[in-house]
C-alpha cells in the first residue's frame, strides 16, 4: 500500500473558514468608514476649490463692471461668473462643473446642476433685503449687485454659500439666493468671502440660535453687511 504523500495539503475546516470571514468583517468594519471619510474630504476639497475659482470670477466680473457685484438677475450670479472664463452662444454662457459639488448627488432633470447660492443681502432680491437695520449697511437698491467698495468687512461677509436642491439650476431665478446655514460637509458647510478666501463653517446651535435684528446668528455673523 502506498504512504500518504508528505505533501498533501488538507482543505480548512469550517471553524478555520469561519474564522477568516470573522477577520474580515471586522476589516470591512474598519476600512469602510475610513473610505468614505477619504472619498469626503477629497469631495470637501473639490468644493472649496470650486467655491475659490467661482468667488475670484465674480470679483473679476466687479472689476467689469464698474466695481458692482451681480444683481439678483439678468445676469444670474453663475452667468456672470462663468463669462468670465467663457463666451456667451447665442446669448448663453456655456455650464461649466465647478458649479457643482461632487457631495451634491440631487438629481437634476431641467437643467444643470448648481450647488452654490448667492448671498441675498448683496443683491436684495425684491427689495427684502433693504432694510439696513436688520441687514447692514450701504446696501443696494432693489435687485442691484452692491459695490464692492461698500462691502465693509470683505472677509466677515458672505459672497456665496451650499445649497444643493434638485431645482437650484444654472442660470435660473429659483434658488440663485439662500441664507442659511446647512450641516453638510464634517457638520458645516464651505462659504466663500467676498475677500476671495473659502472656510468651512461649523454648524453649530450657537449659529442656529436667533440673535440680534431677529435673525439667526450666522446671517448676523456672515450675511449682513456689518459696520
Known amino acids: ?14 471553524i ?12 470591512s468594519a474598519i476600512l469602510i468608514p475610513a473610505v468614505g471619510r477619504v472619498r469626503e474630504a477629497g469631495n470637501t476639497s473639490v468644493c472649496q476649490s470650486n467655491l475659490r475659482q467661482l468667488g475670484q470670477l ?24 462663468l463669462s468670465m472664463i467663457a463666451e456667451a452662444e447665442d446669448g448663453i454662457v456655456p455650464y461649466n462643473s465647478i458649479l457643482q459639488c ?4 440631487f438629481e ?15 443683491c436684495n432680491p425684491g427689495g427684502r433685503y433693504g432694510n439696513e437695520s436688520m441687514y447692514g449697511i450701504n446696501l443696494p437698491e432693489a435687485n442691484k449687485g452692491i459695490l464692492l467698495s461698500n462691502i465693509a468687512h470683505p472677509d466677515r461677509v458672505a459672497l456665496l454659500v451650499e445649497f444643493p436642491h434638485a431645482l437650484n439650476l444654472y442660470d435660473r431665478g429659483a434658488y440663485a439666493v439662500y441664507a442659511k446655514l446647512l450641516s453638510l460637509h464634517d457638520g ?19 449659529l442656529q440660535s436667533s440673535g440680534a435684528h431677529g435673525l439667526r446668528q450666522f446671517v448676523n455673523l456672515y450675511m449682513r453687511n456689518s459696520p
Open 16 to 27: 478555520e473558514l469561519l474564522a477568516v470571514i470573522a477577520i474580515l468583517g471586522v476589516l
Open 1 to 14: 500500500m502506498l504512504s500518504p504523500s508528505p505533501f498533501h495539503r488538507r482543505g480548512f475546516t469550517l
Open 188 to 206: 458645516g458647510m464651505n462659504v466663500a468671502f467676498a475677500d476671495g478666501s473659502v472656510r468651512n463653517i461649523q454648524d453649530t446651535p450657537e
Open 108 to 122: 437634476r432633470t431641467n437643467g444643470d446642476a448648481r450647488s452654490y447660492a448667492y448671498n441675498p443681502v448683496l
Open 102 to 105: 461632487p457631495s451634491d448627488e
Open 58 to 81: 465674480l470679483l473679476m466680473y466687479s472689476v467689469q463692471n464698474g466695481g458692482q457685484l451681480p444683481g439678483e438677475s439678468l445676469p444670474h450670479w453663475d452667468a456672470a461668473a
